[in-house]
Structure formats: structure tokens, C-alpha cells
């Protein structure tokens, strides 16, 4: 759910403020490598939905849910965002190496690196608010 929301917002906030419509980079990255364009979406909605699935287990371990301070919604937007500083991070270091692709999130354009971090914030809180486990955790 959460990556889901991730994608709806940057799709139908898309030019608000300046902002958002980052999918539009992914899809016009892959293809310039080559991908049809009538897959270019679906793709890109399936990548970054197997991607949320898989942070969002990683969020669930109890090894990192317990560290993560506070408590719903709160403690995903953390997650969400120290994971967004991570992602800018590896992708920038990446990029400079040689990573073409990672190029799209390296992007130094401050909207962009905006649009990123607030998307993350989304999904991060959206995680926040949908997993409750147990005390017992």
C-alpha cells in the first residue's frame, strides 16, 4: 500500500509547486536504454513496487522496527527519510563512479531531490500508519 501511494501522489500531484512527476524520469531513462515506451510505465510501477514490498519487510524486522524511535506514523516518516538520505547518498556516490541510472536520483536539482524526499516521506508514513505489530515484538 504504502509504495502504491508513494506512486499516486508523484503521479496526480505531478507540477504541483514545481514538484513531483518523478516517474517521468525513470520511464524516459529506460527508454532511452531501450525499453518500449507502452512498458516503460508498467515497469517502472512494478520496480518500485517490489522495491517498497521489500523495504517495507526490512521496516517490519523487529532488529530495525525497535531502534526506529516513536511510534505509527511518526516512526515511518523517519524510516522514510533516513531512508531517502540513504538512497541520495548511494546514488550520488554511484553516479560519480560511472552508474548512469543512478543518475536520476543523483539529480542535484533541488525540486527533484524535494520531490524525492517528500514521496519517501509519504511511504514512509503511510508504513508508519498500516504495520502495528504486537507488543509482544
Known amino acids: 500500500m504504502a509504495g502504491y501511494a508513494m506512486l499516486g501522489a508523484d503521479l496526480m500531484l505531478e507540477g ?69 538520505l540513504i538512497a541520495i547518498c548511494v546514488a550520488t556516490i554511484s553516479h560519480t563512479l560511472g552508474a548512469e541510472f543512478m543518475g536520476i536520483i543523483a539529480n542535484p536539482d533541488i525540486k527533484n531531490i524535494l520531490s524525492l524526499t517528500l514521496l519517501h516521506l509519504i511511504w514512509g508514513g503511510v508504513l508508519g500508519i498500516l504495520y502495528n505489530p504486537p507488543d509482544s515484538v
Open 16 to 84: 504541483l509547486l514545481g514538484l513531483f512527476g518523478t516517474y517521468r524520469n525513470y520511464m524516459e531513462a529506460m527508454i532511452s536504454w531501450g525499453v518500449p515506451q507502452d512498458q516503460a510505465f508498467i515497469l517502472m510501477a512494478l520496480g518500485h513496487q517490489i522495491n517498497s514490498f521489500l523495504l517495507g519487510l526490512f521496516f517490519a524486522h523487529p532488529k530495525v522496527y525497535r531502534r526506529i524511535p516513536f511510534s505509527g506514523p511518526f516512526k515511518g516518516l523517519i524510516f522514510g527519510f533516513v531512508w531517502n
